[in-house]
């Protein structure tokens, strides 16, 4: 038994559980794409992320998504953010509290991206800026990435992570069967990166802890190979058949057991009950940060 949790010990970090295994599932089609949905204004999305391994049952940090809507000079803006933080029974082995955000317009395409905090030993300080078609620039303030640009080679849309899973929540699902694939281009670590994503169908799906069953779309990603996975990774995507398109459940193999993320809270939040969370956690990782 010490034996495996010393397995364990040595697998999780490199997964990081915490909001990328969120984010990496994002896809994108190659040519432009109309919505029947749009996210939702003041939308708040809570998620349990747990390590499991047979019987061996860990809660190891907590995610929140949270939208709101904007306006500027009369132009539909929507403001995306993922926040996510270690339990405290993990800080002492590998303590994270990070946020990833975004600004979109009204098609839901990135104008700005920041990632901001820390995750294990790794300190992030960037902000990306995508509004030209034709070149992706950052700023890093932090000493693993230097600042720099690069051009946007591919015709098709370049996503950021936040910008992608609302992307991906509001395209036609109900029109894709099960063996298509999509592509998603994705900026991530100041380098751009094309893969694909296989859509598995329509099933019924058990949450294995309410055992309540929900009709959803299930899909699975190849993962992006960097400071996120490894290359090979599997992931599979749970996500709502219905307006809201949650994405209830996600679960990432790892060399030894599973990631596996949970949702557990679903709200419309007030302007200014929204504004005060998204002021308590940036209060929280400023604190965390600074220890």
């Known amino acids: ?3 495996r949790i010393s397995d364990f010990f040595k697998t999780l970090p490199r997964s990081r559980v915490f909001l990328l295994p969120m984010a990496c599932w994002l896809w994108s089609p190659a040519s432009a794409q109309s919505f029947t949905t749009q996210p939702t204004d003041g939308e708040r999305l809570d ?9 061996f049952y860990l809660e190891v940090g907590n ?3 949270t939208t709101a809507s904007m306006a500027y000079s009369g132009n539909q803006l929507w403001s995306f953010e993922g926040w996510g933080a270690s339990r405290k029974h993990w800080n002492w082995f590998y303590p994270v509290n990070s946020i990833y955000a975004s600004v979109a317009d009204a098609s839901l395409a990135s104008i700005n991206f920041q990632r901001r905090g820390r995750e294990g030993s790794h300190a992030y300080d960037r902000w990306y800026f995508l509004k030209n078609p034709e070149e992706v620039r950052w700023i890093s303030a932090d000493p693993e990435l230097k600042s720099g640009t690069l051009a946007a080679e591919s015709e098709a849309p370049l996503h950021d992570v936040m910008t992608a899973v609302h ?16 592509a998603l281009n994705l900026i991530l670590d100041g380098e751009l990166h094309s893969t694909r994503l296989g859509f598995k169908g329509t099933i019924r799906h058990e949450d294995p802890r309410t055992k309540t069953e929900t009709t959803c779309w299930e899909f699975s990603p190849t993962l992006i190979d960097g400071t996120v996975f490894k290359a090979g990774d599997q992931m599979r995507v749970v996500v709502t058949a219905d307006e809201q398109r949650l994405p209830i459940f996600v679960e990432t193999e790892l060399v030894v057991g599973h990631a596996r993320i949970y949702l557990t809270n679903v ?3 007030g302007t200014d009950e929204l504004s005060a969370f998204r002021a308590a956690s940036k209060r ?8």
């Open 167 to 182: 992307h991906c929540r509001h395209l036609p699902w109900e029109d894709y069967h099960p063996g298509d694939t999509v």
């Open 1 to 3: 038994m010490v034996a």
């Open 47 to 55: 998620y349990t992320v747990t390590y499991e391994w047979g019987p």
């Open 267 to 269: 709200d419309v939040l």
């Open 284 to 291: 929280q990782r400023d604190a965390f940060n600074q220890d």
């Open 63 to 65: 995610v929140s998504f």
